[in-house]
């Protein structure tokens, strides 16, 4: 089973680049969240969609857009990276309790 | 806002040692789950607790939720090298859960 996976694993983007992560889920799940993971900070949400087009803001969403047009993938952007995204972004999914998470991406802004 | 508080940050035992980690709020939560996570890896669920005064066992870990469901803790008993991770508490409103900052344990063989 791949479950929950996150496309790349690694990235390096320069100020002011362009970049989409990939999320792909195969468990039919409704519900995809983008977290990210910083020392200190914990998980903080990002965006999530509780269904096929539909997507709602998290706890700090300013930066990154989403979109959820097939029910297992949900897409993160980031339009004009800042060095203040650099972080590590997990995306998860769930039907009802309990979240399955992606194995990560690092992303560094330079 | 930190919705949920973990203590310890960190913790380092050797292995055989019992141990507790706790992760309390001021909110009240439908359900609160707790989560391993591994370097490198995206965290994995252990337990989900949902009714106040739950206590619940995987193998020799023991979960507890307070009775006022806002606070929880997590048990370890004789911890081995494989317990050592990154143990995330999270609690629920509405669609969402709110993750703790973790505390990192290491256990040394």
């Known amino acids: 089973n791949a479950g929950v996976t996150q496309t790349p694993k690694f990235r390096v983007l320069k100020t002011g680049q362009s970049m989409t992560l990939l999320c792909a889920q195969d468990m039919n799940h409704e519900y995809m969240y983008w977290y990210r993971q910083d020392p200190g900070m914990g998980l903080r949400l990002i965006h999530y969609?509780?269904?096929?087009?539909?997507?709602a803001k998290g706890e700090v969403p300013d930066g990154y857009n989403v979109s959820r047009l097939k029910k297992q993938n949900f897409l993160l952007g980031l339009e004009s990276a800042a060095p203040s995204q650099t972080s590590v972004y997990f995306c998860?999914?769930?039907?009802?309790?309990?979240?399955?998470f992606g194995s990560g991406t690092r992303l560094t802004v330079v | 806002t930190q919705l949920l508080e973990q203590s310890p940050q960190f913790l380092s035992i050797q292995e055989g040692e019992n141990l507790t980690v706790y992760c309390n709020s001021s909110?009240?939560?439908?359900?609160l789950q707790w989560y391993r996570q591994e370097p490198g890896e995206g965290p994995v669920l252990l337990v989900t607790?949902?009714?106040?005064?739950e206590v619940k066992k995987l193998k020799r870990l023991t979960f507890q939720f307070g009775d006022a469901r806002k606070d929880s803790s997590l048990h370890i008993t004789a911890a081995q090298p494989g317990d050592t991770g990154l143990y995330l508490c999270?609690?629920?409103?509405?669609?969402?859960?709110?993750f703790g900052t973790g505390t990192s344990l290491t256990v040394i063989p």
């Open positions: 969609s509780v269904g096929e087009g539909t997507t």
């Open positions: 909110s009240v939560f439908s359900s």
């Open positions: 998860a999914s769930s039907r009802t309790q309990g979240y399955t």
């Open positions: 999270a609690g629920a409103e509405g669609n969402q859960f709110y």
């Open positions: 607790v949902v009714t106040g005064g």
